[in-house]
Every structure is written in C-alpha cells, then in structure tokens.
C-alpha cells in the first residue's frame, strides 16, 4: 500500500478542530474533512475501518466521533493493522478515481455497477462538477435514483432549486421519458430526435456544456427488451453527430448475467467510448490488485467456459437419448397396436373356419342319426364341407407358422428340378375351382426348368391369386404370365380389382400388414410378408407395380440354376443358412388341399 502524506490529515486536525459541531457527515464531506477521495471512504467502509449510522439507498452518514476516531488511527498508524500490513502502510491507498474531464471529452460512457450507494455517488460527481461549473446536468432515471440523487447534490451544498430554475438542472423520469418516443416496443428515431434533441438545446443555451446520466437503456434491458436496448443506444451515438454533450450509461450487473446476455453486453460495450466495470474491480487499491482480479476472472471466464461446454455436450446426449427413447417407445407403441390389432384379425380369421366347421359336423350328424338309411350324397356333401374348411384353417395355422420360422430365421426351402409351366398350370387349375367370377388367362410358354422349391413357389403363386380375387371383388379377368431369359423366370400375376392406395404401397409387404383391413377383408397380413421371404431364399424378388388403368401386378424374378446357397438338391435352405426340418412342408404335402396355400 502507499503511505499517504501526512500533510492532509494535519489540514483535516485542524478543519475538525475548527469545523462546526455537526453529528454526521456524509461522504463527500467526510473526504474533504479527511483530505482523501470519495472512493477510499467507500473502501474503508466495505473494510470495516470506518462504520456508518445510515446506508441505504437515499443517505449514508457518518458518526463525527467515528471521523475523530480514523483520525487517531491515521496518526497512531494502526490503519489497516489487522490485517497484517507495516506501519509504512496505515493509510489504503486510493485507488483513481475518475477523471471526468476525460469522461466528458469521450461523449458516452457506460458504468457497470453492483450497489445503488455506488452509482449515486458516482453520477453525483459527475453531473455536481458540471452544476458548480456552471454548466448543465440532465438526470433521466429512475424515481428512486432522482429522490438519493437530489439529496445527495444538497448534501454537497448545491442549490438545486436555483439550478432547475435557470435550466442548468434537469431531472426527469426515465419510464415517462421512454414512453414519448416508444413504438412497438422499439424507439421511434424521429420522436427521440424531436424530444431529447430539444432536451439537449434547452439545456445548452447561454453556451453550457451538458451532461446526461440516462436509464432509459437499462429500463429495457432489465425488461428483457433487448433490440430496443441497443437501438436506443445507436440513436444516442446518432444524436451526438449533430448536438453537444456527454452521455453517462449506466447498467445494474444484476440485468446481464447468465451466458445468454453475453451478445447484449457486447454490443453495449461496443457502443460506448469508455468502458468502467463495477465497484468490486475500480475499488481495489493497487494496480497489482486490479491485475490479480483480472488474472482472477479470466480463470472463471475459462472454467465457465469449460463448464457451459460440458454442459453442452451433456444437454445434446440427453437430447439424443431422449430422442432414442420416444422413437423407441413409438415404435414400441406400434408393434403393440399392430400386435393387438394382429390378435383381432387372426381370432376373427381362425373362429370362422372352427365355427363353420363345427356346425356344419353338427348339422351333418343331426341329419344322419334321423335317417335309419343314411343319405350317401348328404354325408358326402358335409364331408366336403368339413374338408374345406380344415383345409382353411390348416393353412391359416401354417401361415402361422411360417411367421415364427421367419423370426426365428428358420424359413425353410428345399430346391429340386422343377418344370415351372407345369407348377403354375396345375396351381391355376386347382384356384378355378374356387371362384366362377373370374377369368384366369395364363399365357403358357415351353416348359422352363429350374431349380426350385415347387411347393414354396406354389404357396406364392396361390397367395397372389387369393389376393388377386379378394381385392377383385366385382369379378373379371386375372392375368397371369411367366417367361424366362438369361436365366431368369419371371412370373407375375395382375389383377384389375381396387388396387393399393399410394401412401400404403411401401408397407405391403410388411408382416401383418393390410391396405384394406379397415374393410375387414379375410386375412391375416401374412401373405405377402411369407412370399417375399420365400421368394428372397430362392435368390429371386418380388415387387408390386401399379398400372394407369388400374389394379396391381405382382412380378417375381427367379434364378433357374441352383439356389444362392449351392446345389439345392441336396440341402434345405434356411433364412439364417442352416439346415432344418420342413415340418410345415411334409404337413402341406400331406393336406388334402395342398395347392391352396395360404392367402394374405
């Protein structure tokens, strides 16, 4: 700390031997009685060297026996003791105050501050140095700042009565300001020309130099308002191009903090010829001291930094997990509605054949046991029945099971040589017994041979019909057309029924899928799903096109020489590449309608 001379504490002896009996002091008039600045009484104060009998926001006063009492100790030189400093340091040292001619000649500067206390003290000085030079003061604040304000420039021995009649002193609310030249939420750079420009002249006639402490700017950015922040402070610059005067901002920390406001504060300070930074740095008493607070808050900007980073990269996992968490339970969702809504249908399509069955097997049995000779042709009849609809609800059970060899990659084909012509006429020969609607062209070509799994290829060939006819349900032709080249089968099945609608062409080949289900057509949404799996296990694909006219085709593309896993007559081909048992095959063979696979 620096000594300060002794040559103004023996001034201020004698200033307090000869001063008036006066109880309390304020602080300008304790400096000038002690000979120092403004700003080491506010230190001494915050140190606890120096107490207060009143601190608030309007007055702050000082005991005169508590004056008398620093007094002995700047003598004694026990100032600052107990906090370990030499003799040679009794007195803190000032740190500099400012330099408001200097202020003055930049034109618009900001403070930054903590305390209300600071601020007032501060804009004191500045606008009390212009009122004693006989120049202008205009005060746009707040009405608690106005109210400590004037009674802080009484207390200096200004005639404040005086100062407003001649024009030199101006004090006007900052919010009634504002609302003259507010539009929209933004200021209105026509009307803050007109109102504040007038201001300024009227201020400045006689050739005063005005100063302005205005609040205006912190109003909107302590209400969040911060474009109109900015644009206010621009239309101050603006006005200086053209009028006279020196400009005092002034912003509370309190309305700029957290990370978001880091954009507002720059352009703030951006705006200004002069930056000063609150109390808790311009009050340290030594250039070193100022240094280390610097070095002091460059290593929280950096651990913040590091902090809001961290934060960051946290915030954007959790966005992802969460992100992976819905899409997860959306899809979660959907396998359970379209597991239920799979339930609905497979209970609807299985009761029908056992309900049909059972009832025909009772009405057959109550008709044969009254009869004492039975009726040949009646029980073969009912025996037909009962046949049919066993035959259904094998197949519907075999779909089925395909779908769980599916999940469980067990899908089984087992390839022989196989004469496709043949395949498909006797497939459509047997589906011909079931519909007298439709009309059924095949196109035959000479025999192609191939390596196939013929009654794999047969269940595809039927569920294509099946649909082909239930989604035709006005009857008419089906067209069915099989050619090979370079190898190659093509086998396709058109149809000119109700087609597919183009938002639900892409899932057609989904499990469970239907793009008529709300129709409650019979089926379970297998279909397709079973086809296609065969189909990709043979090597081939199958797609669905849309002609203009109407209706769908179904195309498959099939190689003719061995599967995709080797020679397929000596091993059963699986979804995951292993052998299996084809349970489900042996049992179609063995079904009395084995040509009628199931349908989607």
Not at 1 to 19: D, K, L, R, S
Not at 74 to 85: E, I, M, Q
Not at 373 to 390: C, F, H, N, S, Y
Not at 545 to 561: A, I, K, N, S, W
Request: glycine share 8%.
């Amino acid at each position: 700390m620096i000594e300060t001379p002794a040559a103004p504490f023996a001034q201020a002896h004698a200033v307090a031997a000869t001063a008036d009996e006066r109880p309390y002091y304020n602080i300008s008039q304790a400096a000038a009685l002690l000979g120092v600045s403004r700003v080491s009484i506010w230190r001494w104060i915050r140190d606890g060297e120096l107490e207060v009998a009143r601190l608030g926001h309007r007055t702050t006063r000082i005991r005169r026996e508590d004056l008398e009492g620093i007094l002995l100790r700047v003598s004694s030189g026990r100032t600052g003791a107990h906090r370990g400093r030499s003799k040679s340091q009794t007195m803190p040292s000032e740190s500099p105050a400012p330099d408001w001619d200097e202020l003055e000649a930049c034109g618009h500067f900001v403070q930054f501050y903590e305390r209300d206390t600071f601020l007032i003290d501060a804009v004191a000085e500045f606008i009390g140095k212009a009122l004693r030079a006989g120049d202008a003061g205009i005060v746009v604040a707040t009405p608690a700042h106005r109210v400590a304000l004037d009674g802080h420039l009484q207390a200096d021995g200004l005639d404040l009565a005086a100062a407003r009649a001649s024009g030199a002193y101006v004090s006007l609310d900052a919010s009634e300001v504002l609302m003259t030249f507010m539009k929209a939420g933004t200021p209105e750079g026509m009307l803050f020309v007109k109102v504040i420009g007038e201001l300024v002249a009227r201020a400045g006639e006689g050739g005063r130099r005005v100063r302005i402490f205005g609040e205006m700017v912190a109003l909107l950015a302590r209400e969040g308002n911060h474009a109109a922040t900015m644009a206010l402070e621009e239309l101050w610059n603006q006005l200086q191009e053209t009028s006279s005067f020196s400009l005092f901002c002034a912003y509370p920390m309190d309305c700029l903090r957290g990370e978001a406001l880091a954009n507002l504060l720059g352009g703030i300070c951006g705006e200004h010829a002069r930056v000063i930074p609150t109390e808790s740095y311009t009050a340290l008493p030594t250039p070193d001291e100022r240094l280390r607070a610097i070095a002091a808050l460059q290593q929280k900007a950096e651990s913040l930094e590091a902090e809001i980073a961290h934060r960051k990269e946290a915030e954007d996992r959790l966005r992802s997990a969460l992100f992976s968490e819905r899409a997860a339970r959306h899809e979660a969702q959907s396998a359970l509605h379209q597991r239920d809504e799979f339930l609905s249908i497979a209970a609807h399509e299985l009761r029908t054949p056992v309900t049909s069955l059972s009832g025909h097997a009772q009405l057959a049995l109550r008709k044969l046991t009254r009869q004492e000779q039975p009726d040949p042709e009646l029980a073969v009849q009912a025996l037909k029945i009962v046949g049919g609809q066993a035959g259904k609800l094998t197949r519907l059970m075999n779909q089925l099971f395909d779908a769980s060899q599916i999940d469980a990659g067990k899908l089984a084909i087992a390839p022989e040589r196989t004469d496709l012509v043949s395949l498909v006429e006797q497939t459509l020969t047997n589906t011909r017994l079931t519909t007298d609607r439709h009309a059924i062209d095949f196109d035959a070509p000479p025999p192609i041979q191939g390596f196939i799994d013929s009654l794999r290829l047969e269940q595809v060939l039927t569920n294509l019909l099946d649909n082909a006819i239930k989604y035709s349900p006005e009857g008419g032709g089906i067209e069915v057309a099989l050619r090979s080249e370079g190898g190659i089968a093509e086998l396709s099945v058109r149809d000119h029924g109700l087609g597919i609608p183009p938002d639900k062409r892409e899932c057609i080949f989904d499990r469970f899928y239907q793009a008529h289900g709300s129709e409650r057509r019979s089926g379970m949404g297998l279909g397709l799903y079973v086809s296609r799996q065969i189909v990709e296990l043979h090597g081939g694909e199958i797609r669905a096109e849309f002609p203009p006219d109407g209706g769908t085709r179904f195309v498959v593309h099939l190689p003719l020489l061995a599967s995709r896993k080797g020679d397929s007559t000596s091993s059963n081909v699986t979804a995951d590449g292993s052998l299996a048992h084809l349970a489900s095959r042996t049992a179609r063979a063995d079904s009395p309608n084995s040509s009628q696979a199931a349908t989607a």
